[in-house]
């Protein structure tokens, strides 16, 4: 999430949020934070309407994880911030949540395909073949009288 995304959220401006981003960058690694570039941000803007107010700003945006995310909660230090950071931790659980049952969906699908796999393999060998071309030489198409063109 970007940093006006994160500060709205958490209900101080964007420029408090980074205030305390520099205050306390030990807390912020590069796995938690970093700062978008000019054409990342140019994209951004491009992509996300919500993000229009950014277009004209001089400042290039921060981008924050999960972790980071969920770090300014502690560096903020204000209620709604600690109420945010536990809705934002439910929502990455459920997040997880999802990819896991999309993992396990996968997983499935690859047994039932290779179980289809050896049950229709007559069938499969049979549009493989009808997806080849035919061997032998090309026909010609066409209407023959026999004379040959300019005579």
Same mark, same amino acid.
């Given at each position: =999430?970007?940093?006006?995304?994160?500060?709205?959220?958490?209900?101080? %401006?964007?420029? &408090?949020? *980074?205030?305390?981003?520099?205050? *306390?960058?030990?807390?912020?690694?590069?796995?938690? =934070?970093?700062?978008?570039?000019?054409?990342?941000?140019?994209?951004?803007?491009?992509?996300?309407?919500?993000?229009? &107010?950014?277009?004209?700003?001089?400042?290039?945006?921060?981008?924050? %994880?999960?972790?980071?995310?969920? =770090?300014?909660?502690? /560096?903020? *230090?204000?209620?709604?911030?600690?109420? %945010?950071?536990?809705?934002?931790?439910?929502?990455?659980?459920?997040?997880?949540?999802?990819?896991?049952? *999309?993992?396990?969906?996968?997983?499935?699908?690859?047994?039932?395909?290779?179980?289809?796999?050896?049950?229709?393999? /007559?069938?499969?060998?049979?549009?493989?073949?009808? =997806?080849?071309?035919?061997?032998?030489?090309?026909?010609?198409?066409?209407?023959? %009288?026999? &004379?040959?063109?300019?005579?």
């Amino acid at each position: =999430m970007v940093d006006a995304d994160l500060a709205e959220l958490y209900g101080v %401006t964007t420029k &408090r949020l *980074n205030e305390q981003v520099k205050r *306390n960058q030990a807390r912020f690694p590069e796995d938690f =934070m970093f700062q978008l570039t000019a054409e990342e941000k140019a994209e951004v803007v491009a992509n996300c309407d919500h993000l229009q &107010r950014l277009k004209f700003s001089p400042h290039l945006p921060y981008a924050f %994880t999960e972790h980071g995310a969920l =770090m300014l909660a502690n /560096v903020l *230090n204000s209620e709604r911030a600690a109420q %945010t950071s536990v809705e934002i931790v439910r929502v990455f659980i459920r997040l997880r949540q999802m990819l896991a049952a *999309n993992d396990e969906l996968a997983r499935k699908l690859t047994a039932l395909e290779k179980k289809c796999d050896a049950q229709f393999k /007559v069938v499969f060998d049979a549009i493989r073949r009808l =997806m080849s071309p035919p061997a032998g030489p090309a026909r010609e198409i066409g209407f023959h %009288t026999g &004379r040959r063109a300019g005579a």
